[in-house]
């Protein structure tokens, strides 16, 4: 049988160049910013609209003005949310996030899945909750984090991140304590097996030697070495049945201890998208009005959104996919790399958890396939009908795309969703694209317009409200959960004051972990991290909170 792929039309990549950077004269922070600015448009566009606003204003514009127009109802996600959180907490907290979501359907997207270590992350969190915990309604913190990363990603999920470092070890900040072991690094978060008690007491004792070699504060040290005995092994996480289900425990345990009273007046629910996805899908594949079947199924519409998002970041390249999918189509040292060419609606999951790019391939004129070849040379394959699909979802061989976790929660059920600056360069694309699409296909332009309504560009993560003092009397460092807790938690009258920080200054706060995605290596000093803490402190000593 004769394949061809799918014939699609080239459309303008979006760029996003890592910057240059010459530092002069201006100070470090204020530099780097300026660098953010001109990598990220959306920073660019969010310093310059609210800058000089309070963090407080700032997360109110969330909210959306009208949410009870989307494409599909939301009694389905609420149903499915219901089930999800059963397994790490009481039925009164399920339904309280239901009803937190009925309201306001905003959820924070920025995150990866995994126990939250990274300091962008807990504190883009703690930002996006703050005049939640000041609500006397006792609210819900929901966080939707993918899960498709590897252990090995830059959040760390394979372990713990710890950020109060001795003076010496400041270039490596922060430093990794790894729970899974080396031959685990590159399975996804979203299909890794659960933790045991002996690769604890392992990551105990590596935390011993962290601290006798004075690389790591002790009361940090004694902080991680709690969580690890109160928490990971309390017999409700060991017994969840992979560590995407302990990691979504462990978040809303290790949450609670970021308050000096142990009781916040918001609860964070924190769960895998991709989970929540295949489950409203194997709905919506089975509902030919649902938008998730008519974009994958009616060909017309099909075709439409390939081409219009092909090369677009979070979706798909198709030459690459294709060449890939059937490797004598190029040359052997192209032969299994990614070459950032994301999937087509779906990831192939290896017999190793690794997740494979897919291209999808007709085969006759009314079939086709979704094919791929993982990192090790084998062949995936599988019918693209819906039949295969809900299987493949069951049977855990197939995970959502990030464009399908989009068109999901988003697009089709009008879900606001709040992301870090990557997110709001490529959704903003995505949505525009995705409305081409419909525009261009009969019958779809009252679908268009809807879409058209949808929030895209919500952005958050890369602020920082928190920082920690290293090991020097003028420095000032990101502060993850176990910073935070060494440093006896966070009062009422701190959240105050995290709401009074401005945009900008809590832009600064978060440089250390901005800048590595904006800044080729080559480029930094040997000593930016140094130079940025101490201008860090001269800046920011008297306006974020100091753990």
Request: glycine letters at 6%.
């Amino acid at each position: 049988m004769k394949v061809k792929p799918l014939k699609l039309c080239k459309a303008p990549k979006e760029q996003l160049n890592r910057c240059t950077l010459n530092i002069g004269t201006n100070s470090p922070a204020n530099q780097y910013l300026e660098a953010a600015c001109q990598s990220f448009t959306v920073v660019k566009r969010t310093i310059h609209q609210y800058g000089d606003f309070s963090l407080g204003t700032y997360i109110n514009r969330f909210t959306p003005s009208d949410h009870s127009k989307a494409y599909q109802s939301r009694d389905d996600l609420y149903q499915i949310i219901k089930q999800y959180c059963h397994s790490f907490t009481d039925a009164r907290v399920a339904k309280l996030l239901v009803h937190d979501l009925a309201t306001n359907p905003v959820v924070l997207t920025a995150n990866h899945q995994g126990t939250d270590y990274f300091a962008q992350s807990v504190q883009g969190t703690l930002i996006f909750a703050l005049n939640r915990l000041l609500s006397p309604q006792s609210p819900t913190v929901p966080v939707f984090a993918f899960g498709n990363v590897p252990l090995n990603n830059l959040t760390f999920p394979r372990g713990m991140l710890l950020y109060r470092v001795n003076q010496s070890q400041l270039k490596k900040m922060p430093l990794k304590a790894p729970l899974f072991p080396d031959r685990l690094k590159r399975r996804m978060v979203s299909h890794t097996p659960k933790f045991d008690q002996a690769m604890v007491l392992r990551l105990k004792k590596r935390l011993k030697q962290m601290v006798l070699k004075n690389q790591v504060a002790s009361d940090s040290g004694s902080i991680a070495a709690e969580i690890l005995d109160n928490d990971y092994c309390n017999p409700a996480v060991m017994r969840l049945p992979d560590y995407s289900h302990q990691a979504t425990a462990l978040n809303n345990r290790i949450w609670k201890q970021l308050f000096r009273n142990k009781k916040p007046s918001a609860d964070l629910i924190y769960l895998e998208i991709e989970k929540i996805v295949s489950q409203l899908l194997i709905r919506d594949l089975a509902d030919t009005q649902s938008l998730a079947y008519q974009v994958m199924f009616e060909q017309e519409l099909r075709e439409h959104t390939l081409e219009a998002l092909n090369r677009v970041t979070g979706c798909w390249n198709y030459e690459t996919l294709c060449r890939r999918a059937y490797p004598h189509f190029t040359n052997e040292d192209q032969k299994y790399s990614n070459h950032n060419a994301g999937t087509v609606f779906f990831w192939g999951i290896d017999s190793s958890g690794r997740r494979i790019p897919l291209a999808l391939i007709k085969s006759n004129a009314s079939t086709a396939i979704l094919r791929g070849i993982s990192d090790h040379g084998k062949q995936f394959e599988t019918p693209f009908t819906c039949q295969s699909l809900l299987e493949g979802l069951q049977q855990r061989k197939l995970l959502p795309s990030l464009f399908t976790c989009f068109l999901t929660i988003a697009f089709a059920r009008g879900v606001v969703c709040v992301g870090g600056y990557h997110q709001g360069e490529y959704l903003p694309l995505i949505k525009q694209g995705l409305v081409a699409a419909l525009h261009q296909t009969k019958g779809y332009h009252d679908v268009a317009h809807l879409i058209e309504n949808v929030s895209a560009g919500s952005y958050l993560s890369g602020m920082m409200a928190v920082m920690s003092k290293i090991a020097m009397e003028d420095g000032l460092a990101p502060a993850g959960p176990v910073e935070i807790i060494a440093g006896g938690g966070i009062t009422h009258d701190e959240i105050e004051q995290m709401r009074a920080l401005t945009v900008r200054e809590a832009h600064i706060a978060g440089l250390f972990e901005t800048v590595p995605d904006i800044i080729r290596p080559a480029l930094l000093e040997t000593d930016w991290k140094l130079k940025l803490a101490q201008d860090c402190y001269q800046q920011l000593k008297n306006k974020v909170i100091i753990k």
